[in-house]
């Protein structure tokens, strides 16, 4: 594209915008990006081949990245239910992310990104731009080819699915208490304490992507997973004191812990009810979605 482009400024205009609903939609940045730059190819072959040019870029490139992310969902379908152990979305440093993928928080946590792989790619879609980027049934519509009535059907169903709004969240001063709470309990090996933060039935997902050591099924209870960490912990423990660490990290717009063990490192999300109960814990540690977050 040239400088003097209208799908050159509109693409710079809207970059990082897209980046945003790609990364909704895929749970994967990098990928995302090549979504991103896939648009700009696209523009560029849309402006040589429309002599009477776009009416609107910016509802141009929406369109193309939510078709082309749709596309892209669906090709990874298979490989991520051949992948080994549980898939979770990779985390990005809240301040890595360019201000108009951070500046509305919706849809961002990866928490939701996680449960999101439950939808359909075009609920998914639905789903992201509406709660994400605030668009109008009439506006998703045009995006996805369906009827307004169709889109609203697809945001409803999905956000049942995901139990969106059932309740609320933890309070961000609750949330930092839990986890600071966590933080010492993990360094000085405090399980009892550990036992305490968790619900009964809390969940845990480990990804390590067959690279790195970790659960290949999900972990139910807290005392099953509390007996999980402490035999990871006890071991590290017994070869340094000083083997495990712990801090707190902003991550994908919320708290999150970046935990050290030895020469490990994991990147833990979770989901905490409003009184700071921890219901539910996404744990990373394949390197490959690690780069966006480690210091």
């Not at 035999?231 to 340094?240: C, H």
Request: hydrophobic content about 45%; some cysteine.
């Amino acid at each position: 594209m040239t400088a003097a482009s209208p799908a050159a400024e509109a693409w710079r205009a809207e970059q990082h915008r897209l980046t945003g609903i790609a990364y909704r939609m895929l749970g994967d940045y990098g990928l995302a990006e090549d979504v991103v730059s896939e648009v700009a190819l696209a523009a560029v072959r849309a402006e040589r081949d429309r002599p009477a040019g776009v009416l609107s870029w910016p509802a141009w490139l929406t369109t193309v990245c939510v078709r082309r992310s749709i596309d892209r969902l669906r090709d990874l379908s298979a490989s991520r239910e051949s992948y080994p152990g549980p898939w979770l979305p990779e985390p990005v440093a809240t301040d890595r992310l360019p201000e108009e993928v951070v500046a509305d928080r919706e849809l961002l946590s990866i928490g939701l990104l996680h449960l999101a792989e439950q939808l359909s790619p075009e609920a998914r879609a639905a789903l992201v731009l509406h709660r994400g980027f605030r668009m109008t049934a009439v506006e998703i519509g045009e995006i996805l080819d369906r009827s307004p009535a169709a889109v609203r059907q697809l945001v409803s169903r999905a956000e049942r699915r995901l139990q969106i709004d059932d309740g609320p969240p933890a309070r961000p001063a609750v949330a930092a208490q839990t986890l600071s709470a966590m933080v010492t309990a993990i360094e000085r090996g405090e399980v009892a304490t550990l036992l305490h933060l968790f619900a009964e039935d809390a969940v845990l997902w480990t990804d390590g992507g067959g690279k790195i050591r970790a659960a290949r099924n999900p972990i139910y209870g807290a005392d099953r997973i509390l007996r999980f960490y402490t035999g990871i912990f006890t071991a590290a423990m017994a070869e340094r004191p000083d083997a495990v660490r712990a801090r707190l990290v902003d991550i994908n717009g919320e708290l999150g812990l970046e935990v050290r063990t030895l020469d490990r490192l994991d990147l833990v999300a979770f989901d905490l009810s409003p009184s700071g109960h921890v219901r539910g814990v996404r744990q990373v540690a394949n390197p490959d979605k690690l780069t966006r977050v480690a210091g």
